[in-house]
């Protein structure tokens, strides 16, 4: 059976902030592969982690920024419009 821990442990960061380390228990039986998936999968949801630090890896310009959200709106403005008229252009 495995052997599932969903734990943080607090730490203290620069300037005193307390930041959380999240961890998992690791089974003698159980494959490296597996529980390091498995804590990925528990970073992403505890707060999207990984994604943040994606998305901060290189610089991005703002005019970039702009265009990219300008995109996403625009993508769900038609999601929406299609949903209300219940059209599926095939």
Excluded: C
Excluded at 60 to 76: F, H, M, Y
């Amino acid at each position: 059976m495995q052997s599932t821990t969903r734990q943080v442990e607090p730490v203290i960061g620069k300037g005193g902030v307390i930041l959380y380390m999240a961890f998992v228990k690791v089974d003698d039986n159980e494959p490296l592969e597996k529980s390091i998936k498995r804590f990925k999968r528990m970073v992403e949801k505890e707060g999207g982690i990984i994604r943040e630090w994606k998305k901060r890896e290189y610089f991005e310009k703002p005019s970039t920024i702009l265009n990219r959200k300008k995109k996403a709106l625009a993508r769900k403005q038609m999601k929406k419009v299609r949903k209300l008229h219940g059209s599926k252009n095939y």
